[in-house]
């Protein structure tokens, strides 16, 4: 049986109309009408999760590893703004949430009453759109809540994804379950005609085809979205760089090769194709921005307008893959050789900065763990990858080569063991998630940990040094007396007390071969609970080893 609130009850069959099949449900007593509904519903998962915080973030990872809109419900009051992290992340991230709150009927807004504040646009614009449904009362007001929810459920998708919000108020009497069957509800479909064709045609692929220096930068995007034969098409006439957190073979070292060859003229593109959302090295940017003789085109799903360069020439409004096709369609057959001595210097390069890394031995460090880690690992065909942000992501940009997972939407440190957590409640058991998270990350986000979804699958590796580290890589901060206590936190908490408490098995490092011994076991140990390494570190150390190796690099 199901809730007698009207509302709830359309927002139940539409959410099911749109394929939404996972829900992370909080607790609380005016959500209550919608967490039984979508407990009820055969076609809805649903995951406890009592921190909202931690909630939002757990529906970001199932909605990353599944691809789907993923709905998170709570209750009213300041719990709808505890989401707040990660729909940001989801909104900077091109992750569809869909945010359901409950909430007071408005006229108890501001009056003194319990769990009472302005919910609706409460999430700004961190969300793509935001709606408040009425109470039905007649066919009109059933209409209108009909069309609310049908317009945020296909935002989720459209021109792009993104989280939206739906609030719902609900009048007591809240615990009547006495309707058998949800209403059957209009769903309305919304279809996208590709016409950035002509655009293509009169600007981008003349630039692109006259080009002798023609460049390819991939920021971070779903695994899924560029495949091979893509990429392969782009690349035979021009140089193609990603990182790590963008298409699944790992990153070319760019950032090593641009700290090598700094403005050199002879390295800079006259064309440059940007595909995709952030970029996690500051340097890519900073050179971008210097390229005053290049024609920067960026692809953006919903046609917004991403001037990371500071020099963008346009903006064209597709699909990655789509738009790369018909670019080398429209384009023609263009002379390879003319840009061969371009691609040649680079290809050139890439290779002398992949061989270094590989050569280049680190001392006992967060980067000879990171190194020692993703060695063993290898490429990942059979398991999925999460970095924390600050130092984590950044070694894995040297080290990865497969796709990796990070909340590079925002680049907050809060979340990123709870992204990784929620992607591993949807996988099986033979589906390995693991998480590298430097300290900081990892006890701000502890949380994730306090669940009952978890299983053996979900593996840590902690990079404790006792501070944010990144923070030492800051030139001039030194100076500051209060950059170890109080910019970097620094501590002297370990993780083996929330382990213990979480029934999480615990391995530690403080030296090389505990390290190396440590990983082995990390990832192949049998478990049914989740497994995690601490690796304990200098921070001195490892600024110096992270230094050293930049300033080893001879391309």
């Given at each position: 049986m199901y809730s007698n609130k009207e509302n709830v009850n359309i927002l139940t069959a539409l959410l099911i109309a749109h394929g939404v099949?996972?829900?992370?449900?909080?607790?609380?007593?005016?959500?209550?009408?919608?967490?039984?509904?979508?407990?009820?519903?055969?076609?809805?998962?649903?995951?406890?999760?009592t921190d909202e915080r931690s909630a939002g973030f757990y529906a970001l990872g199932i909605a990353l590893c599944e691809s789907e809109p993923v709905a998170v419900c709570v209750t009213s009051g300041t719990a709808l703004l505890n989401l707040a992290p990660a729909v940001a992340e989801a909104y900077y991230q091109h992750v569809p949430l869909v945010v359901i709150s409950a909430d007071r009927p408005p006229?108890?807004?501001?009056?003194?009453?319990?769990?009472?504040?302005?919910?609706?646009?409460?999430?700004?614009?961190?969300?793509?759109?935001?709606?408040?449904?009425?109470?039905?009362?007649?066919?009109?007001?059933?209409?209108?809540?009909?069309?609310?929810?049908?317009?945020?459920?296909?935002?989720?998708?459209?021109?792009?994804?993104?989280?939206?919000?739906?609030?719902?108020?609900?009048?007591?009497?809240?615990?009547?379950?006495?309707?058998?069957?949800?209403?059957?509800e209009r769903s309305i479909c919304l279809l996208n005609p590709r016409c950035y064709k002509s655009l293509l045609s009169v600007e981008c692929a003349g630039q692109f085809f006259i080009s002798k220096k023609p460049m390819v930068i991939i920021g971070q995007m779903s695994?899924?979205?560029?495949?091979?034969?893509?990429?392969?098409?782009?690349?035979?006439?021009?140089?193609?760089?990603?990182?790590?957190?963008?298409?699944?073979?790992?990153?070319?070292?760019?950032?090593?090769?641009?700290y090598a060859v700094g403005?050199?003229?002879?390295?800079?593109?006259?064309?440059?194709l940007y595909l995709g959302d952030t970029m996690v090295s500051k340097r890519v940017k900073q050179w971008m921005r210097r390229l005053k003789d290049a024609h920067i085109w960026a692809v953006t799903e919903d046609g917004s307008i991403h001037d990371t360069s500071m020099q963008l020439y346009g903006v064209i409004e597709g699909h990655p893959a789509d738009v790369i096709d018909d670019l080398v369609e429209t384009a023609g057959i263009k002379a390879i050789q003319s840009t061969?001595?371009?691609?040649?210097?680079?290809?050139?390069?890439?290779?002398k900065a992949d061989k270094h890394a590989g050569k280049y031995q680190p001392a006992y460090s967060e980067m000879a763990a990171v190194k020692c880690f993703e060695e063993q690992l290898g490429p990942a065909e059979d398991c999925y990858v999460h970095y924390g942000n600050s130092s984590a992501i950044r070694l894995a940009n040297i080290y990865a080569r497969h796709y990796v997972y990070c909340n590079r939407g925002v680049n907050g440190i809060d979340g990123s063991l709870s992204t990784a957590a929620g992607f591993s409640v949807v996988k099986d058991d033979d589906e390995t998630v693991f998480c590298v998270i430097g300290d900081l990350s990892f006890f701000y986000d502890q949380n994730a940990l306090w669940n009952q979804n978890l299983r053996g699958n979900f593996r840590i590796l902690l990079l404790n040094n006792g501070k944010g580290g990144i923070f030492n890589l800051l030139r001039g901060l030194e100076q500051s007396p209060a950059r170890d206590k109080y910019v970097a936190a620094g501590h002297h908490t370990s993780a083996e007390g929330i382990c213990l408490q979480n029934n999480v098995k615990y391995l530690k490092?403080?030296?090389?071969?505990?390290?190396?011994?440590?990983?082995?076991?990390?990832?192949?140990?049998?478990?049914?609970?989740?497994?995690?390494?601490?690796?304990?570190?200098?921070?001195?150390?490892?600024?110096?080893?992270?230094?050293?190796?930049?300033?080893?690099?001879?391309?």
């Amino acid at each position: 049986m199901y809730s007698n609130k009207e509302n709830v009850n359309i927002l139940t069959a539409l959410l099911i109309a749109h394929g939404v099949k996972h829900a992370v449900v909080c607790p609380g007593s005016r959500n209550s009408p919608i967490v039984h509904n979508l407990n009820e519903c055969p076609d809805i998962a649903c995951y406890p999760v009592t921190d909202e915080r931690s909630a939002g973030f757990y529906a970001l990872g199932i909605a990353l590893c599944e691809s789907e809109p993923v709905a998170v419900c709570v209750t009213s009051g300041t719990a709808l703004l505890n989401l707040a992290p990660a729909v940001a992340e989801a909104y900077y991230q091109h992750v569809p949430l869909v945010v359901i709150s409950a909430d007071r009927p408005p006229q108890w807004i501001d009056q003194l009453d319990g769990q009472t504040l302005p919910q609706p646009d409460a999430l700004g614009r961190f969300v793509k759109k935001a709606v408040s449904l009425p109470e039905p009362y007649s066919d009109e007001t059933r209409w209108h809540c009909n069309r609310l929810v049908n317009e945020a459920l296909l935002e989720t998708r459209h021109h792009g994804d993104g989280p939206v919000h739906i609030n719902v108020p609900i009048s007591e009497p809240l615990f009547e379950y006495n309707i058998s069957e949800l209403p059957e509800e209009r769903s309305i479909c919304l279809l996208n005609p590709r016409c950035y064709k002509s655009l293509l045609s009169v600007e981008c692929a003349g630039q692109f085809f006259i080009s002798k220096k023609p460049m390819v930068i991939i920021g971070q995007m779903s695994r899924e979205v560029l495949i091979p034969q893509e990429l392969y098409s782009i690349s035979l006439c021009a140089v193609v760089f990603n990182e790590s957190l963008s298409v699944g073979n790992g990153g070319e070292h760019f950032d090593e090769v641009l700290y090598a060859v700094g403005d050199d003229p002879d390295y800079q593109p006259d064309f440059v194709l940007y595909l995709g959302d952030t970029m996690v090295s500051k340097r890519v940017k900073q050179w971008m921005r210097r390229l005053k003789d290049a024609h920067i085109w960026a692809v953006t799903e919903d046609g917004s307008i991403h001037d990371t360069s500071m020099q963008l020439y346009g903006v064209i409004e597709g699909h990655p893959a789509d738009v790369i096709d018909d670019l080398v369609e429209t384009a023609g057959i263009k002379a390879i050789q003319s840009t061969e001595a371009f691609k040649t210097r680079w290809e050139k390069v890439f290779a002398k900065a992949d061989k270094h890394a590989g050569k280049y031995q680190p001392a006992y460090s967060e980067m000879a763990a990171v190194k020692c880690f993703e060695e063993q690992l290898g490429p990942a065909e059979d398991c999925y990858v999460h970095y924390g942000n600050s130092s984590a992501i950044r070694l894995a940009n040297i080290y990865a080569r497969h796709y990796v997972y990070c909340n590079r939407g925002v680049n907050g440190i809060d979340g990123s063991l709870s992204t990784a957590a929620g992607f591993s409640v949807v996988k099986d058991d033979d589906e390995t998630v693991f998480c590298v998270i430097g300290d900081l990350s990892f006890f701000y986000d502890q949380n994730a940990l306090w669940n009952q979804n978890l299983r053996g699958n979900f593996r840590i590796l902690l990079l404790n040094n006792g501070k944010g580290g990144i923070f030492n890589l800051l030139r001039g901060l030194e100076q500051s007396p209060a950059r170890d206590k109080y910019v970097a936190a620094g501590h002297h908490t370990s993780a083996e007390g929330i382990c213990l408490q979480n029934n999480v098995k615990y391995l530690k490092a403080t030296n090389m071969e505990e390290m190396q011994q440590g990983i082995d076991t990390l990832l192949n140990i049998e478990s049914n609970r989740p497994v995690l390494l601490e690796v304990f570190t200098d921070a001195a150390e490892d600024e110096r080893v992270f230094k050293e190796y930049y300033q080893s690099i001879k391309l």
